[in-house]
């Protein structure tokens, strides 16, 4: 993961455990990403189980659910293009 912008997405069937993504295009991912949830203004590791077109499944791993970001970073993803060093 070297952090770089991906794609935009909407989040469908959030729970604790995972959540289903739409991709605003469909696009090869890496099989762990990070998850920024501009609405609970948040990043989250996830890893992807399950692809199907624009439709991607994803599981958040055991232990702490969020990463942490410094201010600059989290100016960086609340902007219409974002992206984390």
Known sequence: MN???LTECQIFDRSE??????LAEP????????LFD???NTLSI????WVNDRDIG???PP???NVETDGKEHAALVG???AIK
Do not use: T
């Open 46 to 49: 996830a890893v992807i189980i």
């Open 17 to 22: 455990k995972g959540a289903r993504l739409r």
């Open 63 to 65: 232990g702490p659910g």
């Open 3 to 5: 952090g770089g912008f």
């Open 80 to 82: 219409r293009y974002y």
């Open 58 to 60: 994803v599981e958040f």
């Open 27 to 34: 696009k090869k991912l890496p099989e762990h990403i990070r």
């Open 38 to 40: 501009d609405e609970r």
